[in-house]
């Protein structure tokens, strides 16, 4: 199962989402078969960005949610495996369903989550960027320009400058000036 989810993560990284799905599938029933929650969670929060991405937004949600329910049963409250459950929920409402409100929501709790096990860490940052993100296209830009620049913040202290975590940052602060008409700034 671990080797199959492997494969399909470097499927999913290349853009693959179909296949990735497949496989991811096989190895989220193996780990059950083998009563391993914590791979069976992280192959169904996989699966559901999967489904996210072929715009498959009912199943996508509906793993995402058997996948927060698998977690919340099993793990600690406070741990990074509900935090990034939450995450992957709140990335598919906002993204995929585009439920924006509902998204923030769940987001928001990601984020206090992880701010408490990690501090201001990258893996808060990711939170971040996606609040940013999901403000951005609410047309709430100052609060989108929070978000973002408290991602930027982070990312630019411990990511190289050529990652492309940071580029998708730069990305969004660009949009968000795009929006408000500020072309400069967004060529910036």
């Given amino acids: 199962a671990d080797s199959l989810f492997v494969v399909s993560q470097q499927l999913f ?23 391993n929650i914590s791979g069976q969670v992280k192959a169904l929060s996989l699966l559901g960005e999967c489904k996210a991405n ?3 937004c009912d199943q996508s949600l509906e793993i995402l949610n058997r996948s927060k329910a698998l977690t919340l049963a099993h793990f600690k409250a406070e741990s990074s495996e509900v935090a990034n459950a939450y995450y992957y929920l709140a990335r598919s409402l906002g993204g995929c369903a585009r439920k924006h409100v509902e998204a923030i929501d ?50 630019q ?27 400069n700034k967004a060529l910036e």
């Fill in 13 to 35: 990284h290349k853009g693959e989402y179909q296949s990735a799905a497949d496989g991811l599938e096989k190895a989220a029933s193996t780990f059950e078969k083998e009563k």
């Fill in 106 to 155: 769940m987001m928001h709790q990601s984020i206090n989550l992880k701010r408490k096990l990690f501090g201001e860490a990258v893996e808060v940052a990711f939170d971040y960027n996606y609040m940013g993100y999901m403000f951005t296209n609410l047309a709430q830009h100052d609060s989108a320009f929070y978000y973002l620049q408290k991602a930027l913040s982070i990312r």
């Fill in 157 to 183: 202290k411990k990511l190289p400058t050529d990652d492309i975590e940071l580029a998708n940052t730069f990305y969004n602060l660009a949009r968000n000036y795009e929006n408000q008409y500020e072309l």
């Fill in 54 to 56: 072929l715009n498959q």
